[in-house]
């Protein structure tokens, strides 16, 4: 019966770590191992999510996510809901104390008859690890250059008329399994195509790297398709600046993910 629990003192502010608990729910992959998620109810008590994780085993986990107040702190609990495979939860816990933050995940999932259950040790490393890797997150937040992060907001916005100005007339851009193209017409006609490819397009930042006028951004692009799913990939983009304006953007990755057009 898989069933773990690891807690630790994160040395941040209970602030900063409640903001990164609030984004886990929305955007688990910058937290989980896992490939898709979609946000299937959103009401004022509790968000219904479903995702699919396929390590260390293949599962679909539908979970109601509800944040329950503590005295010094907050429960965030994640209940399985209509799973084949288990019954049971899955709490971060934060709280405030004379020592500081701490963060405590446990797994308190029970399978059902049939199901072949995650052993206890597995179980055990995965809390421990999704506890340090939060607690590393919050010590070590990412901060992207303000000229790269102008980028990604208006690439996000798909707003091209001022993410074209940001751009040398030859810069060399790449989106993903796009082509490389030269000019900056090109580079805003390829994100003009991106845009109305899907409703929605939003970039998490995990790690980044500067070097003189060059930055190495690394994380996620979640793309929201017209029907409301939402998929995951990940991108390495280096951005070259020269004379205050961007010469290239090569975003590198997985492809594009399938799915419908505009309706």
Same mark, same amino acid.
């Given at each position: 019966?898989?069933?773990?629990? @690891? %807690?630790?003192?994160?040395?941040? %502010?209970?602030?900063?770590? /409640? +903001?990164?608990?609030?984004?886990? $729910?929305?955007?688990?992959?910058? @937290?989980?191992?896992?490939?898709? &998620?979609?946000?299937?109810?959103?009401? *004022? !008590?509790?968000?219904?999510?479903?995702?699919?994780?396929?390590?260390?085993?293949?599962?679909? $986990?539908?979970?109601?996510?509800?944040? $329950?107040?503590?005295?010094?702190? +907050?429960?965030?609990?994640?209940?399985? +809901?209509?799973?084949?495979? @288990?019954?049971?939860?899955?709490?971060?816990?934060?709280?405030?104390?004379?020592?500081?933050?701490?963060?405590?995940?446990?797994?308190?999932?029970?399978?059902?008859?049939?199901?072949?259950?995650?052993?206890?040790?597995?179980?055990? /490393?995965?809390?421990?690890? *999704?506890?340090?890797? #939060?607690?590393?997150?919050?010590?070590?937040?990412?901060?992207?250059?303000?000229?790269?992060?102008?980028?990604?907001?208006? =690439?996000?916005?798909?707003?091209?008329?001022? =993410?074209?100005?940001?751009?040398?007339?030859? &810069?060399?851009?790449?989106? *993903?399994?796009?082509?490389?193209?030269?000019?900056?017409?090109?580079?805003?006609?390829?994100?003009?195509?991106?845009?109305?490819?899907?409703?929605? $397009?939003?970039?998490?930042?995990?790690?980044?790297?500067?070097? !003189?006028? /060059?930055?190495?951004?690394?994380?996620?692009?979640?793309?929201?398709?017209?029907?409301?799913?939402?998929?995951? +990939?990940?991108?390495?983009?280096?951005?070259?600046? /020269? *004379?205050?304006? #961007? %010469? %290239?953007?090569?975003?590198?990755?997985?492809?594009?993910?399938?799915?419908?057009?505009?309706?």
């Amino acid at each position: 019966m898989p069933q773990a629990s @690891y %807690s630790t003192v994160v040395d941040a %502010s209970y602030e900063e770590v /409640r +903001v990164l608990l609030t984004d886990k $729910i929305d955007r688990p992959r910058k @937290y989980v191992p896992v490939t898709r &998620c979609r946000i299937l109810e959103r009401t *004022g !008590d509790h968000v219904l999510r479903e995702m699919f994780q396929p390590l260390p085993v293949p599962l679909t $986990i539908r979970e109601r996510i509800r944040e $329950i107040p503590l005295d010094d702190g +907050v429960d965030v609990v994640f209940e399985h +809901v209509g799973d084949d495979t @288990y019954t049971g939860a899955f709490h971060n816990t934060l709280r405030r104390g004379p020592g500081g933050v701490t963060l405590e995940y446990r797994m308190d999932w029970r399978p059902r008859s049939g199901t072949d259950p995650l052993p206890d040790e597995e179980a055990a /490393r995965m809390v421990r690890e *999704g506890v340090l890797h #939060m607690k590393h997150l919050a010590e070590h937040p990412v901060r992207v250059p303000g000229w790269a992060e102008e980028f990604f907001g208006l =690439l996000d916005a798909a707003d091209t008329a001022a =993410l074209g100005g940001l751009l040398t007339e030859d &810069c060399r851009f790449r989106l *993903g399994d796009g082509p490389e193209t030269t000019g900056r017409a090109a580079a805003v006609a390829a994100v003009e195509a991106v845009a109305r490819r899907y409703a929605a $397009i939003r970039h998490d930042h995990v790690g980044v790297t500067v070097v !003189d006028d /060059r930055a190495f951004v690394s994380g996620y692009a979640e793309y929201t398709a017209h029907d409301g799913d939402t998929h995951l +990939v990940p991108r390495l983009t280096e951005l070259r600046r /020269r *004379g205050g304006r #961007m %010469s %290239s953007v090569l975003a590198f990755g997985g492809d594009f993910p399938a799915g419908p057009g505009p309706r």
